[in-house]
């Protein structure tokens, strides 16, 4: 029976132990803290192309804004680059408008003149011709052809003083004029005509004197101008080929420019316009300005020196955010997440706590790192996380040691 009552009271016992064990809650570990560094996002300042250093406007400290220039390389031989390819783009833009206005005026008016000259020297052959043929073969009527051929040559000589004293004074009122007015224009047209008149009546003049010298000369030799007669034929064709030459030139003048003309004449002017664009852009790359609003923590280069492109002329740091990077042992990982709030806390101002948020949890385990210290042993394997600290007042710097307690 006393066994009884001893084992009975054992169970009791073990009964009690466990109502009191569960009535205590459960031990909660601490709050998860982490120590590390400030840094600052550094931005670093390179060239482009190679260049002298013509200009340095910053010192290291100096506080920049985004865009601000900050180092000019020197730009003489690009300047030259600029102005050759924007002359070669005032040249194309400016035949495309010719191509386009055809066909101008004094372009036609010059072109009828040739068309007048072609047709006075075919008129002038032929009439050498005929009047050779007919000499041949009128022997008795000679003296009569040359008495007309030497008053037509007469009355073509009096043509051409009145062509030439109307195309003076074409001339000298166009002269008088207002430059580059419609009136200058139209009397300009007006010259251009009497032009080609003067030198039409001119080549009637030289075609009746061409026939009566023909006339003389049969008269004074008629078998060697039997040869001659049919040369004449030869050059009478050709000057009248020489005609539809002029003709058919004219037709095209005034009909205008072929859409293949105005399409190369455009594909010239987008060509001088990306060259002038890649110059301009060579240009401005000389020019270096600030990436980000910030400080300039470090300077490389000087006056005079030469920047080769890829190489840091200037850093500067973005202080407007902070990032701090603590390590977190691995066993406390799973207390951490992206976009988890961190006050954090810094010697300089120990009353003072400064909210982040938890930006970057590292994919690979490392060792603590010598330089920080945590309250984990140092031989535990830990993970890093990036918090990042907005500063709009400045007061954190790169390089001050802080402490985060994670937000639960």
Same mark, same amino acid.
């Given at each position: 029976?006393?066994?009884?009552?001893?084992?009975?009271?054992?169970?009791?016992?073990?009964?009690?132990? $466990?109502?009191?064990?569960?009535?205590?809650?459960?031990?909660?570990?601490?709050?998860?803290? =982490?120590?590390?560094?400030?840094? #600052?996002?550094?931005?670093?300042?390179?060239?482009?192309?190679?260049?002298?250093?013509?200009?340095?406007?910053?010192?290291? /400290?100096?506080?920049?804004?985004?865009?601000?220039?900050?180092?000019?390389?020197?730009?003489?031989?690009?300047?030259?680059?600029?102005?050759?390819?924007?002359?070669?783009?005032?040249? &194309?833009?400016?035949?495309?408008?010719?191509?386009?206005?055809?066909? *101008?005026?004094?372009?036609?008016?010059?072109?009828?003149?040739?068309?007048?000259?072609?047709?006075?020297? *075919?008129?002038?052959?032929?009439? &050498?011709?005929? !009047?050779?043929?007919?000499?041949?073969?009128?022997?008795? #009527?000679?003296?009569?052809?040359?008495?007309?051929?030497?008053?037509?040559? !007469?009355?073509?000589?009096?043509?051409?003083?009145?062509?030439?004293? !109307?195309?003076?004074?074409?001339?000298?009122?166009?002269?008088?004029?207002?430059?580059?007015?419609?009136?200058? *224009?139209?009397?300009?047209?007006?010259?251009?005509?009497?032009? =080609?008149?003067?030198?039409?009546?001119?080549?009637?003049?030289?075609?009746?004197?061409?026939?009566?010298?023909?006339?003389?000369?049969?008269?004074?030799?008629?078998?060697?101008?039997?040869?001659?007669?049919?040369?004449?034929? /030869?050059?009478?064709?050709?000057?009248?080929?020489?005609?539809?030459?002029?003709?058919?030139?004219?037709?095209?003048?005034? #009909?205008?420019?072929?859409?293949?003309?105005?399409?190369?004449?455009?594909?010239?002017?987008? $060509? %001088?316009?990306?060259?002038?664009?890649?110059?301009?852009?060579?240009?401005?790359?000389?020019?270096?300005?600030?990436?980000?609003?910030?400080?300039?923590?470090?300077?490389?280069?000087?006056?005079?020196?030469?920047?080769?492109?890829?190489?840091?002329?200037?850093?500067?740091?973005?202080?407007?955010?902070?990032?701090?990077?603590?390590?977190?042992?691995?066993?406390?990982?799973?207390?951490?997440?992206?976009?988890? %709030?961190?006050?954090?806390?810094?010697?300089?101002?120990?009353?003072?706590?400064?909210?982040? *948020?938890?930006?970057?949890?590292?994919?690979? &385990?490392?060792?603590?790192?010598?330089?920080?210290?945590?309250?984990?042993?140092?031989?535990?394997?830990?993970?890093?996380?990036?918090?990042? $600290?907005?500063?709009?007042?400045?007061?954190?710097?790169?390089?001050?040691?802080?402490?985060?307690?994670?937000?639960?």
């Amino acid at each position: 029976m006393r066994k009884g009552h001893r084992g009975a009271r054992g169970v009791l016992v073990v009964l009690l132990s $466990l109502m009191c064990l569960s009535s205590f809650p459960a031990l909660a570990r601490d709050p998860l803290g =982490a120590s590390g560094v400030i840094q #600052a996002e550094e931005t670093e300042v390179a060239a482009e192309l190679q260049g002298h250093v013509g200009q340095v406007l910053v010192q290291a /400290g100096d506080n920049v804004a985004a865009g601000q220039v900050l180092v000019v390389l020197d730009r003489s031989a690009v300047w030259s680059g600029v102005a050759q390819a924007q002359a070669a783009l005032d040249t &194309a833009q400016a035949d495309l408008e010719l191509v386009r206005a055809r066909p *101008r005026a004094e372009e036609a008016a010059a072109k009828q003149a040739q068309v007048a000259m072609a047709r006075a020297e *075919r008129n002038k052959a032929h009439a &050498a011709y005929q !009047a050779a043929l007919e000499a041949l073969r009128e022997p008795q #009527a000679l003296r009569q052809q040359i008495l007309t051929a030497q008053a037509q040559a !007469a009355l073509a000589a009096q043509n051409v003083q009145l062509a030439a004293a !109307a195309s003076a004074q074409a001339r000298n009122e166009a002269d008088q004029a207002e430059w580059n007015s419609s009136t200058r *224009r139209a009397l300009e047209f007006e010259s251009v005509s009497k032009e =080609a008149e003067l030198a039409a009546v001119g080549a009637d003049e030289q075609a009746a004197q061409i026939a009566l010298q023909h006339l003389q000369g049969i008269e004074k030799n008629p078998l060697s101008y039997r040869a001659k007669a049919h040369a004449s034929d /030869g050059m009478y064709r050709v000057t009248e080929a020489a005609v539809g030459v002029a003709e058919a030139e004219l037709r095209d003048l005034l #009909a205008g420019a072929t859409a293949e003309e105005i399409a190369v004449a455009q594909a010239n002017v987008d $060509l %001088a316009q990306a060259q002038l664009r890649l110059a301009q852009a060579q240009l401005e790359h000389l020019t270096l300005r600030s990436p980000v609003t910030g400080t300039v923590t470090v300077r490389t280069t000087s006056v005079g020196e030469t920047a080769l492109p890829g190489v840091t002329l200037l850093r500067v740091a973005d202080l407007g955010t902070m990032v701090l990077t603590v390590y977190v042992p691995q066993t406390r990982l799973a207390e951490v997440s992206v976009g988890q %709030a961190a006050n954090v806390t810094v010697d300089s101002f120990p009353e003072r706590s400064f909210v982040g *948020r938890v930006v970057h949890i590292a994919d690979e &385990a490392q060792y603590t790192p010598r330089n920080i210290a945590t309250k984990e042993e140092r031989v535990n394997t830990v993970y890093g996380v990036k918090i990042s $600290l907005p500063n709009p007042q400045g007061l954190l710097k790169p390089g001050m040691a802080a402490d985060a307690l994670f937000s639960q």
